[in-house]
């Protein structure tokens, strides 16, 4: 099995910054792309960021120039640092990497997500 657990969501005010941490641990042979997902209530996930095993970096047009998403290989840990965070970013974030947990293929594991409120 493999367990994702994402961190460092909670309340911060218009223009600050924050940076999500994701953790995945278990049966993982091989991890393809990590990417942050953003779900507000109501809406459908939208992807935020992709981070490749090659180190391609692709952000939705929404967060491109404000949010950086990196990753520590040996550990399996992945980042989102956000900056300059707008009221419109507050949402549930989740992680999603690609991984091959043996199966032969790549397949999305989720977390439970973390909450980022941006609100004065």
């Known amino acids: 099995q493999v367990h994702v657990v994402e961190s460092g969501g909670g309340l911060v005010q218009p223009g600050g910054s924050q940076i999500l941490s994701c953790a995945a641990t278990?049966?993982?042979?091989?991890?393809?792309?990590v990417a942050w997902y953003r779900q507000v209530r109501g809406n459908r996930r939208e992807i935020v960021a992709r981070?490749?095993?090659?180190?391609?970096?692709l952000y939705g047009e929404s967060v491109e120039g404000r949010f950086t998403i990196s990753g520590d290989n040996v550990e399996n840990t992945t980042y989102l640092q956000m900056s300059s965070l707008k009221p419109e970013d507050s949402a549930v974030y989740y992680c999603?990497?690609?991984?091959?947990?043996?199966?032969?293929?790549?397949?999305?594991?989720w977390g439970q997500g973390t909450p980022v409120t941006v609100s004065s």
């Open positions: 981070f490749t095993k090659k180190g391609q970096r």
């Open positions: 278990g049966r993982i042979v091989a991890v393809n792309a």
């Open positions: 999603g990497p690609e991984i091959d947990d043996g199966a032969g293929s790549w397949q999305i594991f």
